[in-house]
């Protein structure tokens, strides 16, 4: 029977000693994988605490990926490959992004980092994807080492087909998917499918690399501003645009759902216009609350959405491998004028990806991380609430940011000059809007990388 002195735990909440007195035995091998843990009774009992300091204890270790409970047969520790990589310093991925403020990428240490939209590095499921790439490896063999498709490898696509099903309600065959080396690339390829001459449409305030890639790529943007229920439609009527790229399930930055009379109006403007919508399903896996939003792509009957999503945010953004799931006459067109490109991602990451997918290790790693950033969020929240300054949080469901409204009269740059100084680092609304003056007084708070 497992036997921990609860005195020594200090200041500590029983149940969080507990909590960790029992992870520590788990990292430390000895409690070993598989082996079952005494039913919460037993424990209670045995080591003097209430049955709910030890309930909570397990629901923390189950959240965190240490234990899983057996209905009927009890509570058992993860198998080895399963369990969280015990934290290790590992660098910050590189996509930690601050837009037009590119110079601020230095290796500064920052007490709190605000801005930074990257994940938690501690938490990549290491053990099962090296397990996975040495499967791969063994039994690929020569197979690997042929071209891929150049729409991706056959498994992935099937792999993210049966996903997008179970999780979005899209049905999409795997032959209408295109793999490619994350969403920026492919936003290329979709100015280079529909044509540089039509004019993209693009939310006011959002993620600054989508006009930046259109223009690169020689296409017009105009930016559209939003409402509380997302683009205005009067406003995106009024231009000349043919192509719409939105992130109606949550916008990045600023975190609105677009509902869904808003949703037919904007797939009622694509037809009128023979235009496109660009769904870009950014962040839509960590809706902390609420039910989940119907994609764009699921309610679309006349073929005019194309889906976009990657795996930046939900494995890492350094794996660079992201989808993007075409209308079929598209998909045809597709393949005749594009299909000479070769895939850009690697057939050993994108098989490897196949099976952390096929075999559920991708929907029960996003389950813990939602459970992880929900704590991480609650966190943050509290840290800006309890700061003693006037301001109104916002946006705090949906997605790995919220908003936090600041009543000063100060400009951003200055608020962002004596945060900076204490240590801390801050985004704002107005870093990610075309309109200057916009959206002042408006932090974008990135907790996930915390
Ligand atoms: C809306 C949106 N799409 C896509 C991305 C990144 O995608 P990728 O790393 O696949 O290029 C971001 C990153 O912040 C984003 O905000």
Redesign the pocket.
Known sequence: MLTYDMEKRGKIPRYDYLYRCIKADILEGRLKSGSRLPSKRALAEHIAVSVVTVENAYAQLGSEGYILSRPRSGYYVCPAEELPAPPVSVPAPS?A?LPRREEEKTEKKWKYDFAS?RIDPSRFPFSVWSRLMRETLSIGGEELLRPSPFNGERALREAIADYLLRSRGISVPPERIVVGA??????GLIVQLLGRERVYAVEDP??P??AQVYRANGAAVTFVPMDGQGVRPDRLAATSAAVLHV?PSH???TGIVTGFTRRSELLAWAARREGYVIE?D??SEFRLAGKPVQPMQALDTAGRVIY?N????TLA?SM???YMALPEGLMREFSEKLGFYACTVPVFEQLTLAKFIAEGYFERHLGRMRNIYRKKRDEAVCLFAGSGYPLEITAEDAGLHFLVRLQTDLPDEEVRRRAAERGVRLAFLSDFTAEAGGASHCIVVNYSGL
């Open positions: 996509s992004f939209n994350g969403t920026e690339y492919l936003y959002s993620y690399k989508i992130s916008q990045y930055p870009d950014y962040d976009v990657t795996f930046s945010r953004p660079r491998i992201s």
